[in-house]
């Protein structure tokens, strides 16, 4: 039976997020016969009754505090991870982590270094995608339509020219932590140290005022778009897991011309982030039509009601085949094709 190891947990504001996915990704694969063991990159190795009391499908309206996320922090197990046995002896590593930490690069890192094999994006690919700065300097470069910006501090003038509302957040942080919808210049600093409070790298981006689109990557095809209608002006940690705030529409109700555009750009912008196995590639439209691209996003929700999944089932892919998919694409990288588990998984090229 082939072995897989699902990291989950950190000690980042997307904690919970993270636990949430891995409750329903753990369930799955069980259910399509791997052997699965839960390692929470905190604690170790979860037992029966750390899973019941952890790995729960809700996610709160608020991450978790700042207090908790230090006491987390200094539990961290760093590079003894892969001296676990769980981990070391695992066929296969399934990340199930958000924000720096699982998608940062570092994880991915020291996998490689131990010489693990691990769905997703590798170590550079993982760390371009998840500095945004970088990341918009990479989709420029590829034909990718983003969102004009400047990194703080900056001129005056830059700021200016970027024009009102204004986004503030991040570089390295998921899930809009720590970001601020600016209409006032006068309010800059106060909205630059709520961003400060989560990396020491803060982005100033233009608003984009149009519709919201995603489109889920897997091996490389892309899926279907879904259109995304937050309650709020952006699409912020509270829409996101909070059920009733944001309507969600896949496939998005929109020409296909449109729809291919989009389809077309997610791809263009996970290859040109060097990334594999899957992602999830945001836009917004631009005053003038444009689709821009927000981001892209190495290892996205995997509840089965996140973004992925829900564009994944639009084109036929249930969740539990999804999960198996990606499995099926990291394994066939460590030549372990033949230790896969029988089932009626899509082959994705």
Known sequence: MTRIVVITGGSTPERDVALAGASQVVAALRGMGYEV????????ALTAADEAQLLRPAVGREPPSAEALAALEARELGPRLVELPEVRDADLVFPVLHG?????????????????????????????AMDKDMAKRLFTASDVPTAPWVMWPAKRAAVEALGVPLIVKPVNVGSTVGLTVLRRLEELDAAVEIAARYDSEVMLEAYLPGREYTVGVLGDRALAVGEIEPAHEVFDYECKYTPGLTRE?????????????????????????????FSRVDFRIAADGTPMCLEANTLPGVTRTSLLPQSAAAVGIDFPTLCD?????????????????????????
């Open 100 to 128: 720096r930490q699982g998608e940062g690069g570092a994880l991915q890192a020291l996998l490689e270094v131990a010489r693990l094999s691990f769905v997703g994006s590798s170590a550079v690919g993982s760390g371009v």
């Open 37 to 44: 063991v839960v390692v929470d990159t905190t604690s170790g």
């Open 249 to 277: 529409t896949f496939p998005a109700a929109i020409p296909e011309e449109l729809a291919s555009r989009l389809q077309a750009l997610a791809l263009r912008a996970h290859r040109a982030l060097k990334l594999r196995d």
């Open 325 to 349: 998919t990606i499995c099926r694409l990291g394994l066939a990288r460590s030549q372990l094709g033949n230790k896969l588990p029988t089932s009626t998984g899509t082959t994705v090229g």
